[in-house]
Structures are given as structure tokens and as C-alpha cells.
């Protein structure tokens, strides 16, 4: 079959269509001009590529609705130079599309890569769909600030302090039509603690009213009840973190979102379970790593020393300024760190499933690569580990399937375009052997991704070269 095609006939599937239905009648899906045509008993011209995938199921295109495509994981160990960085970026948008995941959603991320990366795609380039939420909103000393991204991150964006510094920033990214919503930072410290100012209630509500006249929802990155609240007060279209990783939502708190019509995302994979790797380094022998990781980020993910990088600058980071330096040091010794993710993991998979059972939207998504002193965050591949997760903490595998493809669209305000297999929706789906209402590991099964009709496997998409 000839590559980068954008007519096929999808033959023989079990049909995944994700608005819930299972065709388990075998059926036939046309896809021209990389938009799907018919479904059903197709008739096409004799001249029309073939994609027979035998009584495979068929499933819409995968969305990681939280991801970060300027970082790598384990750079900063690494000492990565800025042509590595480039090389790792664009292994990365590859390894989206040998997952599966055929959109993603940057969750923050500079003009200057966002136009990078789309130039990419434009040109000919391989990767998923892009879309993104900018400008990101922090204030000055605050979350983000400081060069807390590193200079690994690559470019970055300037602090809110002021209506002028919101002004500028809103205009540094006029023009760019893949942003879908605006994101906010409120974010006060990790853990109990409170390290670092909040914006003003002057600027979130500045925010709100200039985000209001470009018809760009409010995404909120917050964690604690207190930061969470004011999400809800600024009418926030979606928390990109599950949160609660020390107190239960409450009624009144899921009664306010269910008013205002506020999606989660869940970021399980990344923020928490992956954390966890380095207790069960035997995880990283999976083979499905293997294709999809550069070999130097998984050796990175096995190596103690960047560990205890990361946590010596993460407890740097994270600690009071008042609190010793030797005090700090010594954290990462008396800490019972394995036990501490699990709690919160398991804080965070209980809140949402309560969530989920009320009736919220929920939508999947990784956090891969949230910064690039994180050792083993890697793309495309937490995806499918994340669907996993919320399969094991009891939400359906349909609905987890939905959370993935359907939901999100919505969300991004992109139901017209992905999200399910329908007439008149670009030709994104995944072919997998196993079945995956069944399986919760059936996405490593992953046969073929179509992205508009381009149809390969896994192992095409990992050697294409980029345009």
C-alpha cells in the first residue's frame, strides 16, 4: 500500500464507532479525500487502495487531551544539546501516531514551538493533530516562574503580572488556529505547602473577560480544594489534573461542576502511576516500550542517579525557603516515597471514579512530558498506559474508550471533526487484534493507524522520515 494516501476502504471490522455501538457484523469503511464517506457495505472505485483487517476491531483515532510536546523526558540529566532536543521532539510526535493517538491537546506550550511544530505537520511532516491552549497564565515568582521548566524546555513565555502583560500575551499568539481555550495556573505548592503567589483576582477575572471575547474556554491546572475553587469561580471549562490527592471531592463541589458543565482530565499515567517505575523497573522491558522510546530514555528511566536528580531538584523546588538545605537533602531519604505515590494515586483514581459515577465528563489525558527532569514521561505510550489505569479503577471499557475519543472532541469543541467514526469526519482510527472491552491492554495489540486515511503500522510510522 502507497504511504500518505488519503482515499481507502477499511474491510472486514468490528466496529468501534464511539458513540457507543459495537458492530460485530463485519463492516466496510470508505475513506476519501481523507474524510470517511460511507460506512456500511461500501461502494468505491475498483482503483481504491485496500486495508482488509480481517474481523480486527476498528476504533476511532486515540486523543491525549494533556500532553506537553517541547519536553523531553530525562533532558536535563541527559544534558541534552538543542539538536537532540529537535531529533527527540520529532521521534516523539511520531510515537503518538505508533500508539495510536492520532490528536493531542498542549497544555502549554511557546508561540514559537507551537508554530514550529505546525509547520512541521504543513510541510509534510509525520505527528498527530495538534491543538493547544495558550496563552498559559502564571504570575511572577509564581508556578512556572524562575525558569522552573529549565532551559531544556526551549522557549518559553512571559509571567502575568499585570492587563498589559495578559494583553501581550494574547496577542503573541493571534493568528494561530489550532488554539482551542486559554489555560490558567492555580497552583500555590506541591503538597501541603504554599511556596508561590496565585495571580491577582484582578488579573483571573482580566483573563476571563479577554478569553470571553475570543471564544476561548478556561482550562485551570489546580490540585487543592482551595485552587480548585477558584477554578469553579472563574466558570472553568475543564481541570487538566484530576487533583485530590489529599481530600475527596465534595457534593457541593461536584454539584457546581455538573452547573457549569466542567470536564476532568485525568492524568493518572504520568503525574503518579509512572512514578512508580522506579520500584518496578521491570517495566520497562515491555517490548511495546521499545519500538516507541529512544533507547537513551529508557537506559535514562533505569538509572539511579537520575532519580536522585530529580528528586534533589524536586524537593528544592517543592520545600519552603526557609527550610535548611541539608534538611532538604535529606528529604528524599526519610521520606517513604513509594508509599506516598500510592496514596495519592490512589486518592486521585477514587475521586475519579466518584466523578465519574456523578455524571462529569471525563476526559483522558497523560501530562507526558510535564518537565523534562522527569526521567521516564514519556509520549504516546503513557496514553495507552493511562486507559489502563482508568479501566483497572472501574470505569467500563467503553466508557474509557469514549473518554478518549468522543469526550474530548467535544470538549475541544472538535466533535465535528474527530472523535467518532461518522460520515463526514476525517478518516482517524486505530485497527487492534485484541478486543478492547474486553482487554484493558489490547491497545498494545495496535495493528495499523489511519490518520485521514494514511494507513500504517506502528513500526512505518516510527521510521518515516521527517519532511
Same mark, same amino acid.
Given at each position: 500500500?502507497?504511504?500518505?494516501?488519503?482515499?481507502?476502504?477499511?474491510?472486514?471490522?468490528?466496529?468501534?464507532?464511539?458513540?457507543?455501538?459495537?458492530?460485530?457484523?463485519?463492516?466496510?469503511?470508505?475513506?476519501?479525500?481523507?474524510?470517511?464517506?460511507?460506512?456500511?457495505?461500501?461502494?468505491?472505485?475498483?482503483?481504491? @487502495?485496500?486495508?482488509?483487517?480481517?474481523?480486527?476491531?476498528?476504533? @476511532?483515532?486515540?486523543?491525549?487531551?494533556?500532553?506537553?510536546?517541547?519536553?523531553?523526558?530525562?533532558?536535563?540529566? &541527559?544534558?541534552?544539546?538543542?539538536?537532540?532536543?529537535?531529533?527527540? &521532539?520529532?521521534?516523539?510526535?511520531?510515537?503518538?501516531?505508533?500508539?495510536?493517538?492520532?490528536?493531542?491537546?498542549?497544555?502549554?506550550?511557546?508561540?514559537?514551538?507551537?508554530?514550529?511544530?505546525?509547520?512541521?505537520?504543513?510541510?509534510?511532516?509525520?505527528?498527530?493533530?495538534?491543538?493547544?491552549?495558550?496563552?498559559?497564565?502564571?504570575?511572577?515568582?509564581?508556578?512556572?516562574?524562575?525558569?522552573?521548566?529549565?532551559?531544556?524546555?526551549?522557549?518559553?513565555?512571559?509571567?502575568?503580572?499585570?492587563?498589559?502583560?495578559?494583553?501581550?500575551?494574547?496577542?503573541?499568539?493571534?493568528?494561530?488556529?489550532?488554539?482551542?481555550?486559554?489555560?490558567?495556573?492555580?497552583?500555590?505548592?506541591?503538597?501541603?505547602?504554599?511556596?508561590? @503567589?496565585?495571580?491577582?483576582?484582578?488579573?483571573?477575572?482580566?483573563?476571563?473577560?479577554?478569553?470571553?471575547?475570543?471564544?476561548?474556554?478556561?482550562?485551570?491546572?489546580?490540585?487543592?480544594?482551595?485552587?480548585?475553587?477558584?477554578?469553579?469561580?472563574?466558570?472553568?471549562?475543564?481541570?487538566?489534573?484530576?487533583?485530590?490527592?489529599?481530600?475527596?471531592?465534595?457534593?457541593?463541589?461536584?454539584?457546581?461542576?455538573?452547573?457549569?458543565?466542567?470536564?476532568?482530565?485525568?492524568?493518572?499515567?504520568?503525574?503518579?502511576?509512572?512514578?512508580?517505575?522506579?520500584?518496578?523497573?521491570?517495566?520497562?522491558?515491555?517490548?511495546?516500550?521499545?519500538?516507541?522510546?529512544?533507547?537513551?530514555?529508557?537506559?535514562?528511566? &533505569?538509572?539511579?542517579?537520575?532519580?536522585?536528580?530529580?528528586?534533589?531538584?524536586?524537593?528544592?523546588?517543592?520545600?519552603?525557603?526557609?527550610?535548611?538545605?541539608?534538611?532538604?537533602?535529606?528529604?528524599?531519604?526519610?521520606?517513604?516515597?513509594?508509599?506516598?505515590? &500510592?496514596?495519592?494515586?490512589?486518592?486521585?483514581?477514587?475521586?475519579?471514579?466518584?466523578?465519574?459515577?456523578?455524571?462529569?465528563?471525563?476526559?483522558?489525558?497523560?501530562?507526558?512530558?510535564?518537565?523534562?527532569?522527569?526521567?521516564?514521561?514519556?509520549?504516546?505510550?503513557?496514553?495507552?498506559?493511562?486507559?489502563?489505569?482508568?479501566?483497572?479503577?472501574?470505569? @467500563?471499557?467503553?466508557?474509557?474508550?469514549?473518554?478518549?475519543?468522543?469526550?474530548?472532541?467535544?470538549?475541544?469543541?472538535?466533535?465535528?471533526?474527530?472523535?467518532?467514526?461518522?460520515?463526514?469526519?476525517?478518516?482517524?482510527?486505530?485497527?487492534?487484534?485484541?478486543?478492547?472491552?474486553?482487554?484493558?491492554?489490547?491497545?498494545?495489540?495496535?495493528?495499523?493507524?489511519?490518520?485521514?486515511?494514511?494507513?500504517?503500522?506502528?513500526?512505518?510510522?516510527?521510521?518515516?522520515?521527517?519532511?
Amino acid at each position: 500500500m502507497k504511504k500518505k494516501t488519503h482515499t481507502l476502504l477499511v474491510k472486514n471490522a468490528r466496529l468501534i464507532d464511539g458513540l457507543g455501538n459495537v458492530f460485530e457484523n463485519l463492516q466496510s469503511i470508505y475513506i476519501h479525500g481523507g474524510q470517511i464517506l460511507e460506512i456500511g457495505n461500501c461502494t468505491c472505485p475498483d482503483h481504491v @487502495p485496500m486495508l482488509d483487517v480481517k474481523g480486527a476491531t476498528v476504533m @476511532p483515532g486515540l486523543i491525549d487531551a494533556h500532553v506537553h510536546l517541547q519536553s523531553v523526558p530525562g533532558s536535563v540529566f &541527559r544534558n541534552d544539546d538543542e539538536a537532540q532536543l529537535k531529533t527527540y &521532539r520529532y521521534h516523539q510526535l511520531k510515537s503518538y501516531l505508533a500508539c495510536g493517538v492520532t490528536t493531542v491537546l498542549d497544555n502549554a506550550i511557546s508561540s514559537q514551538m507551537l508554530g514550529e511544530f505546525s509547520q512541521h505537520l504543513t510541510s509534510g511532516g509525520t505527528g498527530p493533530r495538534i491543538f493547544a491552549l495558550a496563552p498559559g497564565f502564571y504570575p511572577p515568582n509564581g508556578y512556572l516562574d524562575n525558569d522552573m521548566l529549565t532551559p531544556f524546555w526551549g522557549p518559553h513565555w512571559q509571567p502575568a503580572k499585570t492587563r498589559t502583560d495578559v494583553a501581550a500575551l494574547f496577542r503573541e499568539y493571534e493568528g494561530m488556529d489550532n488554539i482551542i481555550g486559554v489555560k490558567a495556573m492555580i497552583e500555590s505548592g506541591f503538597g501541603k505547602a504554599n511556596i508561590w @503567589p496565585l495571580l491577582s483576582s484582578e488579573i483571573r477575572n482580566f483573563i476571563v473577560d479577554e478569553a470571553g471575547k475570543r471564544n476561548l474556554p478556561l482550562y485551570v491546572h489546580a490540585y487543592k480544594k482551595k485552587e480548585q475553587e477558584i477554578g469553579l469561580d472563574m466558570g472553568v471549562h475543564c481541570f487538566v489534573h484530576s487533583g485530590f490527592i489529599f481530600k475527596q471531592p465534595t457534593d457541593r463541589f461536584i454539584s457546581r461542576m455538573k452547573k457549569l458543565g466542567t470536564y476532568m482530565t485525568t492524568t493518572l499515567s504520568c503525574t503518579f502511576d509512572q512514578m512508580l517505575v522506579q520500584f518496578e523497573r521491570e517495566r520497562l522491558d515491555n517490548p511495546y516500550l521499545k519500538l516507541r522510546v529512544p533507547g537513551k530514555l529508557l537506559e535514562t528511566a &533505569r538509572d539511579d542517579r537520575a532519580w536522585e536528580d530529580y528528586y534533589d531538584r524536586f524537593f528544592t523546588l517543592s520545600s519552603p525557603r526557609w527550610l535548611p538545605g541539608f534538611v532538604i537533602r535529606a528529604l528524599p531519604k526519610v521520606v517513604n516515597i513509594e508509599k506516598s505515590i &500510592r496514596s495519592c494515586m490512589q486518592n486521585a483514581s477514587r475521586a475519579i471514579l466518584t466523578l465519574y459515577k456523578a455524571g462529569i465528563p471525563i476526559v483522558a489525558g497523560t501530562d507526558a512530558s510535564s518537565w523534562p527532569v522527569f526521567p521516564n514521561f514519556f509520549h504516546g505510550t503513557s496514553m495507552i498506559r493511562e486507559m489502563e489505569l482508568l479501566c483497572k479503577i472501574g470505569i @467500563p471499557p467503553m466508557d474509557v474508550i469514549s473518554s478518549a475519543t468522543k469526550i474530548p472532541a467535544e470538549m475541544m469543541g472538535l466533535s465535528d471533526r474527530i472523535g467518532t467514526i461518522e460520515r463526514g469526519k476525517y478518516g482517524d482510527m486505530i485497527v487492534v487484534r485484541e478486543d478492547p472491552l474486553k482487554n484493558p491492554t489490547a491497545l498494545e495489540s495496535l495493528m495499523w493507524t489511519i490518520k485521514g486515511g494514511d494507513a500504517r503500522t506502528p513500526e512505518a510510522w516510527m521510521t518515516d522520515d521527517p519532511a
